[in-house]
């Protein structure tokens, strides 16, 4: 994104920065279950951060799915996960002089291109990279939530504000949609950018922050979303007492949890979330107890 289109997306964006957010629910039917996350949609069973992927996790039933947005060379926004696009699609056959393949480093339409579905099974040969546009509009369809991250915003200066403007554009920053959206990020530096700019937004900070320090994490951050083998049931009591920019205690959605052991370890800490690649799987331990 060119610095003048930044900076009047960021004014626009600072206009309308006074709403409240409603903050999701901590957990799904208040049953005293966490609420499961399909991770990369339902990543065990389709091509991860594809339309197939949401809407697998739409066929089994889960209305959250996860995500992660970058951006290319001439400043679409697309999901995928890696900086470099040689682990989920045949960039290598398509583009062979160009290792290492970097998603900024190639065009929306270059992108467009390549299959990011055979490298998983034959079946999804052929599936495309989703745009973020292509990606809201299938979650909108699927009347789906998304836990959406902001991936190496140190790679992508201003990704913030036009993730934001994106958001906007597809009608995802009202309060109708407020409730079904949260951006998370491992980068402080890129949630506080996202607080400043709409604070009604939800976000969520991926890592595990020490104890002592979570009040300052609060000041920006909704929920702390650490990986499930660096927490305890000590851990997120602490997070859960100290309440976050919108006068709530901190929420914990962790990761990510495939099995029906770990599951229930993450239940017996006290999690709000537990974001899966195999969703039907937790889901089935969590009801089998």
Known sequence: MHARAVAATTTALLGTAALLSPVPAARAGDTGEPTVLAHRGASAYAPENTLAAIDKAAALGFTWVENDVQ????????????????????????FPGRAPWKVKDFTAAEIARLDAGSWFSRSYTGTRLPTLAQYMREVEHNHEKLLLEIKNPQLYPGIEQQILAQ????????????????????????LRAVHRLRPAVTTGYLGTPATGTLRRYAGFADLINP?????????????????GPHGRPLRVFTWTVDD?????????????GVISDKPDVVRAALRAG
């Open 71 to 94: 951006r290319t060379k001439d400043g679409t926004l697309v999901v995928v996960h890696d900086d470099s696009l040689q682990r989920t699609t045949d960039v290598e056959q398509v």
């Open 167 to 190: 958001l906007d554009n597809e009608g995802w920053l009202d309060r109708r949609h407020l409730d079904r959206l949260v951006v998370q990020s491992f980068s402080a530096d890129s």
């Open 260 to 272: 029906a052991v770990t599951a229930w370890k993450a239940v017996g800490y006290d999690v709000d």
């Open 227 to 243: 990986s499930v083998g660096s927490i305890s049931a000590g851990y997120v009591h602490a997070v859960h007492s100290v309440d």
